[in-house]
C-alpha cells in the first residue's frame, strides 16, 4: 500500500541509538561470515576511506547477490553496526558493507564540515557501492540502505541522491531536517552547528548548507523507491513530528512508495524488521516516466542529467512523460540530457512542454531514427552536427511546446 501510515505497538526487539562512540579496536566479528576491512578512494578528493565489508560463509562468488549498505549512527563510525547489521546480512544471505563517511557528526572530528550529510560523506558511500560491485558479484536490483538515528539520516539522504541504484530502504528515527533539529536547541543542536559550519540565518552559504544536507529537500526524488520511515512516537531525541512533517513533503506525489511506521516507544531502530520489509522488493526495470527532482549538485537521476546553472543553490526538474506529451520544468539549469532511449515514446512523434527559468542547452538522446524538432516561434533553436538532437530553449515564464516528429 503506497503511502500507508502504520501506527501499531512494537512489531520487534528494538535496538536503542545510543551517543556514544566506538572505539576502534580489534575488527569486531560476525559468526557465519567473513569480516574485513577495505580502504576505498574517494571519487570527490582521493582521500582513502576505511570500510567494513561482510561476506556470509555460504555465499557463492559467481551468483549475483543482494547488497546491504549498513549506515552507522550520528556519534560513531563504521566499526558500530558491524555486528548487528552483519548478522542480519547472514540471515538473509546478503553482502554488507558499512562505510564510514567521514566519521562522528561531533566537533571533535578532525573535518566535520566533510560529515554530517556533506557531498564528502555522500560521494564515499556511493563510492562504496561501486567498490563491492567491482570486487563481488551484486545483484544490482537487489541493493537496499539501512540505519537509524544519524544512520537514518544517511539512508534517506543518500537514497533521495541516487534514487535509481536502490531496490529499497529502511530509515530509523532519522534526522530528516537540519533546520527544525537545530530548533529543538538539545544537546546535538552544537553538533548541527559543528558540520554545517554555522547556525541558520548566519549567511546564503550556510542556510543552503541545511537545506542540502537535509533528506526532506530530497524526498520527492525517491517516490519511486519503496522506503521504510520509521519513528518512535516517544522519541526524545529527534520529535516524531520532523518525520510527520517529511512525510508530508510527498503529498505532491501521490504514487509514492514511502510506507510511514509510528510506533510505541523511543529513539530506537528496529532493524530486523526493516530489513525483512526491504527483503520483499526488487529494483524497477523500468524507469519512472514522472520525476520531481531536487538537486544540490550536477548529476543524472534515473534518465535525465541535470547540469547546474548556480550551484550555490537547489535546482529544480519535473519531467512526466503522458499522452504524447513530454513536460519539462526547470529552475536552475543550464543544461538538461534526456536518455529518451529508455522510455516508451509513440508512434510517428510527440510534443514538448518547455518551461525554463535560465537559457536552457537541451539534449535529446535515444530518438527514434530520423528524430527532428520543429519551433516555428524560434524559441528554441537546433544545434547542428552530432547524434543526438541538442536544442538552444531561451528562458521563459510560460511554458511553450515545440513538435518531435520521426
Known sequence: MSGAVWAPAALVTGMMLMAGTVQAAELPQVPGASVTEVQVTSSLDG????????VPDDCDPAQPTPLLIGMHTWSSHYLQMVEPYGRLAVQHGWLLILPNFRGPNKP????????????????????????????????????YATGGSGGGHATLLIVGKYPDLFAAA???????????????????????VSVTGGEPGDSPEIDFEYLRRSPRTFMTNLAHVPVLLGHGDRDPTIPVEQS?????????????????????????????????????????????????????????????????????????????????????ETENLSGLTLSLGELALPQGGMSV??????????????????????????????????????????????????????
Open 108 to 143: 571533535n572530528n578532525p573535518n566535520p564540515t566533510q560529515a554530517g550529510g556533506s557531498l564528502y560523506m555522500q560521494h564515499d558511500i556511493i563510492d562504496a557501492y561501486h567498490w563491492m560491485i567491482e570486487h563481488h558479484t551484486v545483484d544490482l536490483d537487489r541493493v
Open 170 to 192: 529502511a530509515a530509523w528515527c532519522p534526522v530528516t531536517d537540519f533546520r527544525d533539529w537545530w530548533q529543538v536547541q538539545n544537546g546535538y543542536a552544537k553538533d548541527v
Open 47 to 54: 582521500t582513502e576511506q576505511p570500510c567494513v565489508v561482510v
Open 353 to 406: 512542454a518547455i518551461r525554463n527559468a535560465q537559457p536552457l542547452r537541451l539534449t535529446l538522446e535515444g530518438l527514434p531514427e530520423g528524430g527532428t524538432a520543429s519551433c516555428p516561434e524560434g524559441w528554441a533553436k537546433v544545434e547542428p552536427g552530432g547524434e543526438d538532437l541538442t536544442l538552444t530553449v531561451e528562458p521563459s515564464t510560460e511554458t511553450r511546446a515545440l513538435t518531435l516528429a520521426w
Open 244 to 328: 510527520w512533517e517529511t512525510f508530508r513533503r510527498l503529498a505532491a506525489v501521490p504514487e509514492h512508495r514511502t510506507w510511514f511506521h509510528v510506533f510505541s516507544g523511543g529513539h530506537v531502530s528496529k532493524a530486523p524488521y526493516g530489513l525483512d520489509w526491504c527483503a520483499d522488493f526488487r529494483r524497477s526495470p523500468e524507469p519512472p516516466a514522472d520525476l520531481r527532482l531536487v538537486t544540490d549538485e550536477s548529476k543524472s537521476y534515473y534518465w535525465a542529467d541535470l547540469r547546474m546553472a548556480d550551484e550555490s543553490r537547489l535546482a529544480t526538474c519535473n519531467l512526466k512523460l503522458t499522452e504524447g506529451v513530454l513536460g519539462v
